[in-house]
């Protein structure tokens, strides 16, 4: 049996980094891989950058990876409104200015999609991992997304399994033969419980399962942090889901 944890979307959340990484040690499972976003909207983008790099966790380059590390310009999302729009743009060019020189230059060299393969028995599992869709890095992709379009995006037909963040809400279906998973998010999820979210993918009999493990973190100790920090308080205010309201975009 081989097994798997995915994560992604930290979002510069240190605290439910590590409150994740210490439930996967206790499962026993070495092999983790993150499908991106590791900045953006806590206090703590470079030090998650740099626990990634510390465990030797494969990385995907996110789209505010993307957008930090090339020094892409921010662009208005049509889903905003003049509130989030503006605290938006306070938080990235903070990101901007205080990431390194060094881990931009990391984050440059992330790739956009990872293929794994492995052999169990006698076949072989193919799993396609990305951060939004397999064809943009900033598409969202929900559940309630078609799947034939979906499986019209694959790069082939020999996928089994495609797993997928940046929604920031998770799930898990299969559609003609092939398991797709959104693993959620790690620091900013829109989920109702609020928890830390990453996903083990189990591959065992020539066959791929996948679950969503939810754990719980010091919520309000990010916050505070966020308060304490030059991040907009509305970023706080999201994560204690008090006196503000989101949209589905990011």
């Not at 930090?68 to 003049?82: K, W």
């Not at 060299?109 to 943009?136: C, E, M, W």
Request: proline share 4%; with cysteine.
């Amino acid at each position: 049996m081989i097994q798997l944890a995915i994560i992604s979307d930290i979002h510069a959340n240190l605290i439910a980094l590590e409150a994740i990484l210490e439930d996967i040690e206790k499962r026993k499972i070495t092999d983790i891989y993150c499908l991106g976003d590791l900045v953006d909207f806590a206090p703590w983008g470079n030090e998650v950058i740099a626990l990634i790099q510390n465990k030797g966790i494969p990385c995907l380059l996110g789209n505010h990876d993307e957008r930090i590390g090339f020094n892409q310009p921010i662009i208005p999302l049509v889903h905003h409104n003049e509130e989030e729009t503006f605290h938006r743009n306070v938080a990235i060019n903070l990101s901007k200015r205080t990431i390194t020189a060094e881990n931009k230059n990391w984050l440059t060299k992330r790739p956009y999609q990872l293929k794994l393969s492995f052999k169990t028995g006698d076949a072989v599992k193919n799993i396609l991992l990305v951060h939004a869709s397999p064809r943009s890095n900033d598409e969202y992709i929900y559940e309630t997304h078609p799947n034939q379009g979906l499986i019209n995006m694959l790069p082939d037909q020999t996928i089994d399994a495609l797993v997928m963040g940046h929604t920031h809400a998770s799930y898990i279906k299969n559609e003609s033969g092939i398991l797709m998973v959104n693993c959620g998010s790690v620091g900013r999820s829109r989920e109702t419980d609020q928890k830390a979210t990453y996903s083990i993918l189990t591959i065992s009999d020539g066959k791929v399962g996948a679950e969503i493990i939810k754990v719980d973190y010091a919520i309000e100790k990010v916050a505070k942090a966020i308060y304490e920090s030059e991040i907009p308080d509305f970023y706080g205010d999201f994560l204690l889901r008090s006196e503000v309201t989101y949209t589905e975009v990011i």
